[in-house]
């Protein structure tokens, strides 16, 4: 094959990688009003009533306004009972420059199932109260509560209607939580908790929507402990899926906590969320203008399956159905789905791929395709690359927080930077350019070592060249896989890419047809557009340098992998 065509064979997977991985194709079509499916059209008129104005405990009025609407949509749903749980003489945010005296009423609602006698019960879980005031580096703000959490309660009432079409089916019941003052340090919800146990009794299934940033797709971000149960039902219903083990580990990190985190080790559950854009989250951006029917209906494609599933499955009778005593490590592919294995299963796989890697890596040697000493000098100059990258790129990203008179926190969560997307996307892009610089650079050196002029010999110094440079960032990786796999259990954003590399150059030594290098290339970069996005999204412009780290590195295996796809020799 010409080289101009592997060149438009890579560049149309890097183009339609993309397009698969930011849901130009994979994302649900958000559904109309007049729809029989789920709606998000109809899940916005819910919102546009209940984000008309500011609703947080500093605004008693506006808050009941939107706690009666909320009664009786559900009223007129023909829910069993609709209760309303007040809490008197609240106080917080404690520690912080206000304090605001309130009282938090939670709305509880059933709907039983059709045959009598006791049951157990979905509860599917939102906040109706809004973020209070804001400091923001120009002035102080308040949210008008479109996405948070204006998506859970929408996207709860829309779940709800839709499974009541089927409620003849139904084996298990549906309790609806709105609670109040999540925004204060969760108080609604503890409050119930505490004061109102009851309400909890044969709860067998959580689910808990929530939204930071009302743009993305809707992220399952966390799950109760010993989830294998949980990631069962949810892989086998869920359209759409989009979760990550790995978000769970990172979310613990972070000082962000939801209404799921008081009841999460007592009840399994599912913790759902948006994670773009920071700068609309808590600020007066969050309005109703703001505001996406794609991923309402992405909450809807993975929310209303799990719901329908487990409400019509005689199998989650008993309320310990979903209680298990075993974890699993759980990622999405765009385009192939959600792929998850036990813990146990997961350590084995890496002990594979280290295994396959160092034979493969021994026998090149063997064979003088690579040189040890080179590969290993390669490793330590793309560590010290990679951490050059993460401390530059926390500096662009503190001027960036400077210029706009926003606190910077390395590593956390900045908000008020109201370029942040845009500069972190120009700072990828920089960031690559400049690793094709300087490889192409030191490549040309490489080839001004050949004493021959014949072009196989120009190509086999390339292709050694390329090797080197391939070999010596996976022995990196392989590194960084067993660092993170024995400490945190968790290490898909490194192992990944040296799965797919090292599975292609295994291939491709086997068969000699090195189309096995865009296929790899297509599965890392599958899942670094996504995943990288996600965490992005999730750590801010603050924590860039992380992302930007873990970015480069997928870079310096993909650039030397389409080096030998194009190049023409057979070494």
């Known amino acids: 094959m010409k080289q101009t065509a592997r060149f438009l064979i890579l560049t149309a997977v890097i183009l339609a990688t993309a397009f698969l991985a930011f849901g130009l194709f994979t994302m649900p079509k958000p559904q109309t009003a007049e729809s029989d499916n789920f709606s998000a059209a109809r899940v916005l008129q819910d919102i546009e009533v209940i984000s008309q104005s500011h609703h947080s405990v500093a605004q008693p009025q506006e808050r009941a306004q939107v706690r009666e609407y909320l009664a009786e949509r559900l009223r007129s749903m023909g829910a069993d009972t609709v209760k309303q749980y007040q809490y008197d003489s609240l106080v917080g945010p404690k520690g912080k420059h206000v304090e605001y005296v309130f009282d938090a009423v939670d709305i509880v609602a059933e709907f039983a199932p059709e045959t009598s006698g006791p049951c157990t019960w979905l509860m599917l879980v939102a906040h109706y109260d809004s973020r209070y005031s804001q400091p923001m580096p120009k002035d102080t703000v308040w949210s008008y509560g479109a996405a948070d959490d204006g998506y859970g309660v929408g996207v709860i009432l829309e779940t709800v209607s839709q499974a009541l079409k089927v409620r003849s089916e139904w084996n298990q019941g549906i309790k609806v939580l709105f609670t109040d003052a999540e925004e204060v340090g969760m108080m609604g919800m503890k409050a119930i908790w505490e004061n109102d146990r009851e309400e909890f009794d044969n709860v067998g299934l959580m689910i808990n929507i ?3 940033g009302p743009w993305g797709p809707a992220l399952l971000f966390e799950t109760s402990p010993s989830n294998e149960k949980i990631m069962d039902l949810y892989a086998h219903a869920a359209k759409y899926p989009f979760t990550y083990s790995l978000t769970t580990v990172v979310y613990n990190f972070m000082p962000n906590f939801t209404d799921f985190t008081i009841v999460k080790d007592e009840i399994p559950g599912m913790n759902f969320s948006t994670v773009a854009d920071v700068n609309h989250y808590h600020t007066d951006l969050d ?9 309402v209906q992405h909450y809807g494609a993975q929310v209303l399956p799990v719901a329908l599933e487990y409400l019509t499955n005689e199998a989650y009778a008993d309320k310990t159905a979903l209680v298990s005593d075993r974890d699993v490590t759980s990622f999405t592919i765009p385009a192939i789905g959600l792929i998850k294995m036990s813990k146990n299963w997961y350590k084995i796989l890496n002990i594979i791929v280290f295994v396959l890697f160092l034979l493969l890596f021994a ?7 690579v040189k040890t000493s ?3 000098k390669i490793s330590g100059i793309m560590l010290i690359s990679a951490i050059g990258v993460l401390l530059i790129c926390e500096l662009c990203s503190w001027i960036c927080a400077l210029s706009c008179g926003a606190k910077f926190k390395p590593f956390g969560i900045v908000q008020g930077v109201g370029f942040d997307n845009i500069a972190m996307i120009a700072m990828t892009i920089i960031m690559i350019a400049f690793c094709k610089i300087f490889y ?14 014949r072009s196989s010999a120009v190509s086999n110094a390339i292709s050694q060249y390329s090797c080197s440079v391939l070999y010596g960032t996976l022995a990196l990786l392989l590194v960084l896989c067993a660092a993170l796999v024995f400490t945190l259990g968790e290490n898909l954003m ?3 890419p040296l799965t797919c590399a090292t599975t292609a150059l295994i291939l491709w030594r086997m068969t000699g047809w090195k189309g096995w290098m865009p296929i790899a290339i297509a599965l890392i970069l599958l899942h670094a557009y996504s995943f990288l996005f996600a ?5 801010t412009i603050g924590a860039y340098g992380a992302v930007a780290m873990i970015a480069f590195l997928d870079v310096m295996v993909i650039i030397p992998m389409a080096d030998i796809y194009l190049t023409t020799s057979k070494r």
């Open 440 to 453: 192409f650079i030191f490549r040309r050196k490489a080839v001004r070592g050949v004493t021959s002029m």
């Open 374 to 376: 080179r590969v290993f």
């Open 494 to 496: 490194f192992l990944i």
């Open 363 to 369: 026998l090149e040697g063997l064979r003088g395709r």
């Open 210 to 212: 929530e939204a930071r």
């Open 535 to 539: 965490l992005a999204m999730a750590l």
């Open 287 to 295: 309005n109703f203008s703001n505001v996406s029917d794609r991923s």
